[in-house]
């Protein structure tokens, strides 16, 4: 591995190098806090891991965190799960994102774009005075902390005042995007009984208005816990019966006030895919997201007040709450509402442009979209300002590194990172220090333990494993909601190595300290990014009488496409016509999200079950990308090896 490419993409100058914030953190750490001075980066990585707590208390110092009473110690229990940070400190998050309207009251906070690609700016002072004027109205509806306040919005600025506004008075914030249908939208909601929901009347993508006011008045009939409801009428209706007005509950002129919370008080629920069963509800604490996220991007991203922050998202994916984070550090944020891809391909970097974005994050399938159609980014468009692009969502093969670094600029950082929802942050990825690698991540980040292990729990290098992390990260899950004895939370990720985190990816640890990551090592759907699990589609399409059972699978190409086979067992005296064919999309489309749409649907004359009655996906998977019958699956714990046959042979004559 480590030979095949020796020569790096990018190597930062010496000017780059010496201006990065994590130098002179490295060097302000060396002085204060017995970090090694010299040995660049690796030397600063391997302390922050092995003085876990000196290293987290560096941070906090070196970001002035205001703790509104003081810790007892950094880290109270060390085991994982159940790690205790900074017991007996409190905080607020909210607090901290809106310190830079002290200082730079009448600049941007925020330049919101839709798909007109029109910056608007929200200044400082105006972002602040929203946000105290909404948490007042949310403590008079009787909002107290703890409490769970959602949001089925689009990526506006109404939604991170809102998710600031539910910070402030130390309530819990959750959301979805409006293209989610009712029933994944549900499927969320339910488990955490908001009181409070924020919703559009509708949304526009691809030059097209979506009205989804059916879709909330169905949220309201099945969320009984709702106390209110609030209206932002981005298609301008009329505010539905018995919803407040967004207008009224932000026209006062009010300071926040913050309520000081304990460092491990819910900040956010964040959801997994649900591949068996609903998805899981992912709680992280407004101190360890505070501590990583400013750790994050502002040593590893290297944002400050000078920056502008673009990462194509929305509200239902982690990235937007990451995106808004971006505050923290004082940096302008860029929220863009609109369709990657509209009225062109080359969208996102139109509104890179005209925002005078710095850091410019996407996914790495859009990368490869651009680079299909053959988008000329740095001809057609003014990127001087753009000096990283990062991506995510899968990782950005190596054909994506060459068009980047050809197509925008030979001087550009390339930043492919990698992480998770469950997390809310990356385990590897961008380091501003060291050189970029074709096909790889830069290194593991500050404070993460991350490996590759071997079934057995050893460490590999230049092997693959599987990825984990072998210390507590602050923003690691504080628990799931409705996990009361914890072994929802346990099974996730600390079943295979004791005490140890598994992700469920698949990774290089290379000699010279780069990551490599090869795709999911479960069976999580992953479209552009935006996760989800096989559970959300079985529950939509078996709802058509036809179908009797279905079974998808979503695979990394070594393109980097993504081929997503939807296979389809129907019921006797049913014929899989263009007629059903079209229903099946439709009904994906409508009730989940066109992203998860399948690439093709196969009838197939079964779906292999474990012996306890469970879809078999990982090994069909496996069989699918080639691997042998023998090495895909434990024959003794399958309903049916015939039908596992009929997949491998599938298989052979796809090539």
């Known amino acids: 591995m480590s030979s095949a490419n020796p020569t790096p993409l990018w190597q930062p100058d010496q000017e780059f190098i010496a201006s990065a914030q994590i130098t002179r953190f490295q060097a302000w750490a060396a002085e204060h806090h017995g970090a090694p001075a010299e040995g660049g980066y690796a030397g600063l990585h391997r302390w922050s891991v092995d003085e876990l707590e000196t290293f987290w208390k560096a941070v906090a110092e070196w970001f002035d965190i205001r703790f509104s009473t003081p810790y007892a110690r950094v880290l109270g229990d060390r085991s994982m799960p159940g790690a205790e940070w900074f017991p007996g400190a409190t905080l607020n998050y909210a607090e901290h994102a809106l310190r830079a309207a002290d200082t730079r009251p009448d600049e941007p906070a925020i330049l919101a774009v839709d798909e007109t690609h029109e910056p608007r700016p929200v200044t400082w002072a105006e972002l602040r005075r929203q946000v105290g004027s909404l948490a007042a109205e949310l403590r008079a509806i009787g909002v107290r902390p703890g409490d769970r306040v959602s949001g089925y919005l689009p990526n506006i600025p109404q939604a991170a005042v809102a998710l600031l506004a539910t910070a402030a008075v130390g309530a819990v914030w959750t959301s979805c995007a409006p293209d989610f249908g009712a029933r994944s939208v549900l499927d969320r909601f339910q488990q955490v009984e908001p009181v ?36 932002i009428p981005l298609l301008g209706t009329e505010a539905p019966e018995g919803a407040l007005e967004w207008a009224a509950l932000t026209s006062a002129d009010v300071a926040p006030a913050y309520e000081q919370v304990p460092f491990d008080h819910p900040l956010w629920v964040l959801y997994s895919s649900g591949t068996t069963g609903l998805p899981k509800a992912i709680v992280q604490s407004q101190g360890g997201i505070l501590l990583e996220h400013y750790k994050q991007l502002g040593l590893h991203c290297d944002l400050g007040p000078d920056d502008r922050f673009f990462w194509y998202t929305s509200t239902g994916w982690m ?150 992390v072998t210390n507590p990260m602050p923003s690691m899950p504080i628990y799931f909601w409705n996990d009361p004895d914890g072994s929802r939370y346990h099974d996730s990720y600390f079943d295979t190595y004791p005490g140890v985190w598994r992700h469920g990816d698949w990774t290089t640890v290379t000699s010279r300290g780069s990551v490599i990551i090869h795709g999911r090592s479960d069976s999580t759907l992953n479209r552009q990014g935006v996760r989800m699990g096989s559970a959300d589609i079985y529950e939509a399409v078996e709802r058509l009488p036809e179908i009797r059972e279905s079974l998808v699978i979503g695979i990394e190409q070594p393109d980097g496409g993504y081929w997503m086979p939807l296979f389809v067992h129907l019921a006797p005296g049913t014929t899989l016509d263009d007629d059903l064919r079209a229903r099946i999309k439709q009904t994906i489309r409508e009730e989940l999200s066109p992203r998860h749409v399948p690439d093709e649907i196969i009838e197939v004359p079964g779906v292999p079950h474990t012996l306890t009655g469970k879809r078999i996906e990982v090994p069909v998977k496996r069989l699918l990308q080639g691997t042998p019958l023998d090495k895909a699956v434990n024959p003794g714990s399958v309903d049916s090896l015939d039908l596992l046959r009929f997949y491998e042979d599938l298989a052979r004559k796809r090539g």
């Not at 863009?336 to 925002?355: C, L």
């Open 319 to 468: 990235m937007w709450n990451f995106l808004v984070s971006g505050l923290l550090t004082g940096t302008t944020i860029v929220l863009y509402d609109g369709s990657p891809g509209h009225p062109d391909t080359a969208a996102q970097w139109r509104v890179a442009e005209r925002t005078g974005a710095t850091l410019f994050g996407t996914s790495a399938a859009y990368v490869m979209a651009c680079r299909k159609a053959g988008v000329h980014p740095s001809r057609d468009f003014d990127l001087s300002k753009v000096q990283c692009v990062a991506t995510t969502g899968s990782p950005l093969p190596p054909d994506g590194f060459r068009w980047l670094h050809d197509e925008v600029r030979d001087d550009l950082w390339i930043a492919s990172v990698s992480g998770g929802t469950d997390v809310c942050s990356c385990f590897a990825g961008a380091v501003p220090t060291l050189p970029v690698y074709i096909g790889e991540l830069q290194a593991p980040c500050l404070g993460t333990d991350l490996q590759a292990w071997d079934p057995n729990g050893k460490p590999l290098t230049d092997e693959v494993g599987e990825l984990v």
């Open 196 to 231: 409070v929901l924020f919703t559009v009347d509708g949304y526009r993508y691809g030059g097209k208005e979506h009205d989804r006011r059916d879709t909330v008045a169905e949220l309201r009939r099945e969320l009984p816990t709702l106390r209110a409801v609030v209206h």
